[in-house]
């Protein structure tokens, strides 16, 4: 067999797998290196997708600004009313006393401020008139964070004492007193209470330096030294 008829049979020997398959052939794999880069720039979208954003926090002047509750109290304002009485020979004098006392809030148990009063005088035929009072007072708290809060306290200061002039008798007195209290405070809200009291005050009125022409009726010239009184009170911090 010639070189020319060699030619054909090789061309035969080549097409024959193709047409075994019954089909075309298949199509040529692509490049290895781009069926890799198609994982890869899925998974670099994938990362580049935007996070959630944060939660965002409390807008305008809440942020950063402390709560009414947790501001420093500057003092403290208490207001009192209540009733007393003093023996007289002359017979009881009655008082009316409303106060106002101020002081520094203070912390823990201890309670100091300064104490202000008038009290209105009457009850005998010759008491009615007019007392004053300047002092300063401390107090005790027992439990001062609780509901109930007893408490004790101390005061002591000056005080003017005035009864109508009768013949002879002196301008108002000048003395001085001593004041023990026992109460119980009830916690309305925070930093304000409200209470009553029990007190007991050694006085002295004062005595006129010559008693010569002064009526012998004159209350105050036999006035006992002990003072016995109730009342209510109410304050708070601010």
Same mark, same amino acid.
């Given at each position: 067999? *010639? ?17 075994? *398959?019954?089909?075309? $052939?298949? $199509? ?52 009192? *009313?209540?009733? $007393?009485?003093? $023996? ?34 009457? *009850? ?115």
């Amino acid at each position: 067999m *010639g070189p020319r008829a060699a030619a054909p049979l090789a061309l035969v020997a080549l097409s024959a797998p193709a047409c075994a *398959g019954g089909g075309p $052939a298949a $199509a040529p794999a692509a490049p290895p290196g781009r069926v890799a880069a198609e994982p890869a720039a899925s998974s670099g979208r994938a990362a580049a997708a935007p996070a959630a954003p944060p939660a965002a926090g409390p807008a305008g002047p809440e942020r950063g600004v402390a709560s009414r509750s947790t501001l420093p109290r500057l003092g403290r304002l208490n207001a009192y *009313g209540g009733v $007393a009485q003093i $023996a007289s020979g002359a017979g009881a004098i009655v008082l009316a006393p409303l106060g106002v006392e101020i002081g520094p809030a203070g912390v823990g148990r201890e309670e100091i401020a300064a104490a202000i009063e008038g009290a209105p005088a009457f *009850g005998c035929g010759r008491c009615k008139g007019f007392r004053a009072r300047l002092g300063a007072v401390l107090r005790v708290h027992l439990a001062p964070r609780a509901r109930l809060d007893p408490w004790a306290g101390l005061g002591a200061g000056g005080q003017l004492f005035a009864l109508p002039r009768q013949a002879g008798t002196p301008a108002p007195l000048l003395g001085f007193h001593h004041t023990l209290q026992f109460g119980l405070d009830l916690g309305l809200a925070p930093g304000l209470r409200a209470g009553a009291f029990v007190t007991g005050s050694l006085q002295a009125h004062g005595r006129p330096i010559d008693k010569k022409g002064i009526d012998p009726a004159w209350p105050l010239l036999d006035a006992s030294p002990l003072e016995l009184g109730a009342g209510l009170r109410a304050g708070g911090l601010f």
